[in-house]
């Protein structure tokens, strides 16, 4: 029989769990890095280059300014993991920067160098003050922002202004105007038009619109809060992929279908034997893929839209290819971007009448740039990201006997990424600059400081604050 009772079973009621303030503003400063650095064109077009420089420039400073008494006060406690650093990719860098010692173009290739440099520091800064789940937050955050405005600014332009847009700063060209010149094209129920949003550029809003994709469905995945508003974007982004109409984009798409069916195909497999038959099929059906791809490239180039010579990119490999013979070791120079104002990199490469800022394909930009030596640097720093990513997504997470854990939802991200970043690389040299090297550094250091989501010295520092980790009696205690 119950009785009434004045002492309750249950615990005393306690306050809840929250975030300081300082671990806010730190994923907001998070946030604006990996915004700026999807959608530097933005600010290229909004500020034009020295204003989107002074941008980059006070980024850089507030990171500093977060970095440096950070690593002062956990310099005893929780030291940086100085041997856990993405080695070959930081080699990459070293070597770039020695390249302006012989560099054909040693203004812009020291120009060019200090971007890169800006971008190493911030995938570092990012790697080691967040943890997988912040991380996560932040880039879908960043990419809610480059989505949204995208979409608000498009239908700005076509319901206020209602014709198309130039960027600021910059000198419309005489005669008829090609339509790569325009920021928007006032496209957006031209449904027979591309769309460029915020970026001025669809290829670039079709491959962040489709990294988007991936980063909201895992949060879906992930039982993130507000579950409706993620599907909601999930929306947003596949319809501005959609009207981008980029075939680099459906190219990326395909190729992250591919590894994803890979690993949650080896997800499955719990023998030794049944791995070893899966990585047997995965050659052979890789092989006869690209095989096919080969033999009928004129017709799936037609189905995208596109040339057999990759709408020009081939001419620009065949000029490029001209100049790595006469350098093909160390090469002329890092150049990544190779800046407008110095026509001598693209050696009067002209591309609708702009000129052209790349060579439309990672590997003969870089072996261009740094020569073969490079290439092979690279090379090694991309097989040691692939490696670590690909065991990252396939293994369950052990760190003791238990060995049917499961899977981390977020560990699927970095080999999507790869996979994406490698199929981009074949027409477009966006992995070597901005956030394409962003996300290399960034992921390769990440798997190597925290190999187990939410597990480990690493993960429990970044989020200290209480950002993602569940609460534990130690937190309660010190609360």
């Known amino acids: 029989m119950a009785t009434i009772s004045r002492h309750p079973v249950g615990a005393p009621p306690q306050a809840p769990l929250r975030e300081s303030t300082r671990r806010l503003l730190l994923r907001a400063h998070a946030i604006f890095v990996l915004f700026t650095f999807f959608a530097l064109p933005f600010w290229n077009h909004l500020l034009g280059t020295m204003g989107a420089a002074g941008v980059v420039i006070l980024m850089t400073l507030g990171t500093l300014g977060w970095w440096i008494p ?43 160098v200090t971007g890169l440099l800006i971008v190493t520091l911030h995938a570092l800064f990012l790697v080691h003050v967040l943890s997988w789940r912040e991380l ?114 459906f190219m990326c798409a395909a190729g992250m279908v591919a590894v994803l069916v890979c690993v949650l195909v080896m997800r499955r497999a719990t023998t030794p034997s049944q791995r070893s038959l899966a990585y047997f099929v995965f050659a052979g059906v890789g092989s006869t893929a690209a095989l096919l791809l080969l033999v009928f490239r004129d017709t799936v180039f037609g189905l995208l839209g596109r040339s057999d010579n990759l709408t020009g990119r081939a001419d620009i490999w065949a000029a490029i290819g001209e100049r ?113 090297w962003l996300m290399i550094v960034m992921l390769s250091f990440k798997i190597k400081s925290a190999p187990i989501v939410g597990v480990g010295t690493a993960e429990q520092s970044a989020a200290l604050e209480l950002g993602d980790a569940p609460p534990t009696r130690r937190h309660l205690t010190h609360r």
């Open 70 to 112: 950070l690593l002062v006060a956990q310099h005893k406690t929780n030291p940086f993991p100085w041997r856990r650093l993405p080695w070959t990719a930081l080699g990459f860098v070293l070597w770039a920067t020695i390249s302006i010692t012989w560099s054909a173009w040693p203004g812009s290739s020291a120009l060019t």
């Open 136 to 249: 996560m937050r932040v880039v879908a955050s960043a990419l809610k922002w480059v989505v949204g405005l995208s979409l608000v600014f498009e239908l700005f332009v076509s319901l206020v202004i209602q014709h198309p847009v130039f960027p600021f700063f910059v000198e419309p060209p005489e005669g008829k105007v090609d339509p790569q010149w325009y920021w928007s094209r006032n496209n957006l129920f031209d449904f027979d038009g591309r769309i460029q949003g915020i970026l001025g550029n669809a290829n670039l809003l079709g491959i962040l619109c489709l990294i988007a994709i991936v980063v909201f469905t895992i949060r879906v995945l992930s039982n993130a809060p507000r579950r409706s508003w993620q599907i909601a974007w999930i929306i947003v982004a596949a319809y501005l992929m959609y009207r981008a109409g980029s075939a680099t984009v």
């Open 324 to 436: 790595i013979a006469q350098r093909p070791v160390i090469g002329w120079g890092h150049a990544s971007p190779w800046p407008p104002f110095d026509t001598e990199i693209s050696a009067g490469l002209v591309d609708h009448g702009q000129v052209v800022m790349q060579a439309h394909n990672m590997w003969i930009d870089v072996i261009y740039q740094l020569g073969w030596i490079g290439c092979a640097i690279l090379i090694v720093a991309l097989l040691a990201l692939i490696w670590r990513a690909w065991f990252f997504a396939v293994d369950r997470p052990r760190w003791d006997l238990d060995a049917k854990r499961p899977f981390a939802v977020i560990s699927i991200f970095p080999v999507l990424m790869v996979a994406l970043l490698l199929v981009q690389g074949i027409t477009e040299s966006a992995p070597l600059m901005l956030w394409g």
